[in-house]
């Protein structure tokens, strides 16, 4: 199978998840009375779910729109620290592919591509770029496209649905799969330790000291265990 | 939602955005990173994603910030099933089954 392909078998059961997430954003922007161009704005230009729903909430609370943005910018820091994990596999690409590469990075095409190329050492670059847009590919029309339907069916989704739960369904789901060593379990404890006892920082400031902490901590039990 | 710019608010918040992903990706580009922060890096989605989730499961905004045994029982399902059967969409549909199921007996 090429690069291509694999990444698009390994991006499709996404779906799965990502229609409820983006179908939510639709239902709650337009419930909080943005038009149909402004619901699908967001979803094309920002694609960030997590910080969408951050700055959809900030606004329905009257937050100044300063904040609104500093606050929902916050919560997608996260994306630098995936940038930066992805240098060393996707770094050697023309820098108009990365410029490409770079709107395409979310949670899920990350923690797929994370994933797939330390076990294909064999890949060149090239593979690399094309497994990357192979991933994205069922990922990002479903995202808008979803965004629109839940725009539409609006208020005629039943409110007993618990769709808000969506989200932290699809992040846990990719969890699971990356505790693959007793550093990765070590790091995850941490994360969830620190943001837990951080939750008061405000800007969401808790959720990035507590990555960098548990960052620190895989890094260490990593290279105890090779000492050992 | 009146009496917002939204589209600069949209505007802003894009951009920024697209500046973040860029980042490291476009401005360190294939120069090499030194081992110790190659080894920081390969924890960064095990660093990130389960403190983004443990407030959200552990207070969900739907029921005013309680914690429900239903969403705990789906949330450890779905790790439960990930860490298991090493799928992402096994394990999702198996923390669904269970929001479903928990939500049905409880209604």
Not at chain 1, 19 to 30: D, E, I, K, R, S
Not at chain 1, 91 to 109: H, S
Not at chain 1, 175 to 186: D, I, Q
Request: contains cysteine; glycine residues 10%; positive net charge.
């Amino acid at each position: 199978m090429t690069p291509f392909r694999r990444g698009v078998a390994d991006g499709l059961p996404f779906v799965v998840i990502i229609v409820p997430f983006a179908m939510m954003f639709g239902v709650l922007a337009t419930e909080a009375g943005l038009p149909l161009d402004q619901v699908m704005a967001f979803s094309t230009i920002v694609i960030a779910g997590a910080s969408q729903f951050t700055a959809l909430q900030l606004m329905d609370a009257g937050a100044p729109g300063v904040i609104v943005v500093a606050s929902a910018l916050a919560v997608n820091l996260r994306m630098a620290m995936y940038s930066a994990a992805l240098v060393p596999h996707l770094g050697r690409a023309p820098l108009l592919q990365r410029m490409g590469l770079a709107y395409l990075l979310v949670d899920q095409t990350y923690a797929l591509a994370a994933a797939t190329y330390e076990g294909r050492t064999t890949w060149t670059t090239a593979d690399r770029v094309r497994y990357f847009c192979g991933t994205a590919l069922p990922v990002f029309p479903c995202w808008v496209g979803s965004t629109w339907l839940g725009a539409a069916l609006g208020a005629r989704i039943p409110d007993a649905w618990p769709l808000d739960f969506a989200l932290p369904l699809a992040f846990l789901a990719l969890t699971g799969p990356m505790l693959r060593s007793p550093a990765h379990v070590a790091a995850a404890f941490v994360s969830v330790a620190g943001a837990l006892a951080l939750a008061w920082v405000p800007w969401n400031a808790g959720l990035l000291i507590a990555a960098l902490a548990a960052m620190a901590t895989g890094a260490e039990v990593e290279r105890r265990a090779r000492a050992a | 939602m009146t009496g917002y710019p939204v589209w600069a608010i949209i505007g802003a918040l894009g951009l920024g955005t697209y500046l973040i992903r860029f980042s490291f990706l476009g401005l360190i580009g294939d120069r090499p990173l030194p081992a110790w922060v190659l080894r920081h890096l390969r924890y960064t989605g095990v660093a990130v994603l389960p403190g983004l989730v443990a407030p959200l499961v552990l207070w969900p905004d739907a029921t005013g910030g309680q914690p429900d045994p239903v969403r705990l029982a789906a949330a450890g399902a779905t790790l439960a099933v990930g860490v298991w059967r090493r799928d992402v969409v096994q394990a999702v549909l198996a923390g669904a089954a269970v929001l479903a199921l928990g939500g049905w007996l409880t209604a």
